[in-house]
């Protein structure tokens, strides 16, 4: 009766916030995915996934940027939420 309801409720209601874990995730990175392939005329990374303690060669074109036609570009670089003691 009454229990075996409240039991299926609670089971839909975690399977329901589950979809949406999984769905809010998919979008995510759909959206991190549409962002890189937005910025890749301007700055894109070698390998396109950098791992931890790998080299990564960043490319950077200023032409289709506010900074076109400037004879210096400065770039800063940080990791670990910048609260690493070495700089890079």
């Given amino acids: 009766g009454l229990l075996k309801a409240r039991v299926a409720a609670e089971r839909a209601e ?3 916030n589950y979809a949406r874990q999984k769905e809010r995730k998919r979008l995510k990175e759909e959206a991190l ?3 890189k392939r937005q910025q890749a005329h301007v700055l894109y990374t070698e390998p396109a996934n950098p791992r931890a303690g790998e080299e990564v060669t960043l490319f950077y074109n ?14 800063v ?3 670990n939420r910048w609260t690493h003691s070495e700089s890079i």
């Fill in 33 to 35: 995915a549409v962002m």
């Fill in 62 to 75: 200023p032409s289709n940027t506010c900074l076109s036609g400037s004879s210096s570009v400065y770039l």
């Fill in 77 to 79: 670089g940080g990791f």
């Fill in 14 to 16: 975690i399977e329901l």
